[in-house]
T-cell receptor
Framework: GNSVTQMEGPVTLSEEAFLTINCTYT??????LFWYVQYPGEGLQLLLK?????DKGSNKGFEATYRKETTSFHLEKGSVQVSDSAVYFC?????????????FGKGTRLHILP | EAQVTQNPRYLITVTGKKLTVTCSQN?????MSWYRQDPGLGLRQIYY???????DKGDVPEGYKVSRKEKRNFPLILESPSPNQTSLYFC?????????????FGQGTRLTVV
């Protein structure tokens, strides 16, 4: 079945460092891909998404490009801030037939040091 | 303000004592679901509902029940809670079942069963 694999954390970086969180997926069809972020004590919220191959999603300085050839959707940010400390989830939509759900990776905890 | 509201935020209960976690959304969304989040396992879907009176099992439905009598509400019922149901629970809703549709999450309910 469909699945999402993302790098395990925690990831600890200094402020202004470059961030990459890897995400790869397995899918039989053409899913949409998402990154969700969970700040401490809160629910998940959508960070960005891409709906087809070569699309780039971006928001709050974060970017991710839908790479069909490598089945990847890596999250990047050029200069992280302390306020980016959170758990990041890569996800794909699996809504064909009766499989009506979003499939999440296990999450990557990010710590940014001042 | 568009939101998904869960109650309670925190709950400690004893084994076998029936409980209900409520979930309500004010966005007129058709699709609602429940997830549990556990360390190292990410988010796993418990149940979902595509519309009023239409519910279906997710990946980990054992020990849970749901109902969808109104479009806005989707309560999660634990008839006889056990310690292995100690977890962080999230309710989510989305406009429909389209593959590009964003999911909106509640703030979570942290349940402890002793």
């Amino acid at each position: 079945g469909n699945s999402v694999t993302q790098m395990e954390g925690p990831v600890t970086l200094s402020e202004e460092a470059f961030l990459t969180i890897n995400c790869t997926y397995t899918a039989t069809g053409y899913p949409s891909l998402f990154w969700y972020v969970q700040y401490p004590g809160e629910g998940l919220q959508l960070l960005l998404k891409a709906t087809k191959a070569d699309d780039k999603g971006s928001n709050k300085g974060f970017e991710a490009t839908y790479r069909k050839e490598t089945t990847s959707f890596h999250l990047e940010k050029g200069s992280v801030q302390v306020s980016d400390s959170a758990v990041y989830f890569c996800a794909l939509s699996d809504r064909e037939g009766r499989d009506d759900k979003i499939i999440f990776g296990k999450g990557t905890r990010l710590h940014i040091l001042p | 303000e568009a939101q998904v509201t869960q109650n309670p935020r925190y709950l400690i209960t004893v084994t076998g004592k029936k409980l209900t976690v409520t979930c309500s959304q004010n966005m007129n969304h058709e699709y609602m679901s429940w997830y549990r989040q556990d360390p190292g396992l990410g988010l796993r879907q418990i149940y979902y509902s595509m519309n009023v009176e239409v519910t279906d099992k997710g990946d980990v439905p054992e020990g849970y029940k749901v109902s969808r009598k109104e479009k806005r509400n989707f309560p999660l019922i634990l008839e006889s809670p056990s310690p292995n149901q100690t977890s962080l629970y999230f309710c989510a809703s989305s406009l429909d079942r389209g593959p590009n549709t964003e999911a909106f999450f509640g703030q979570g309910t942290r349940l402890t069963v002793v």
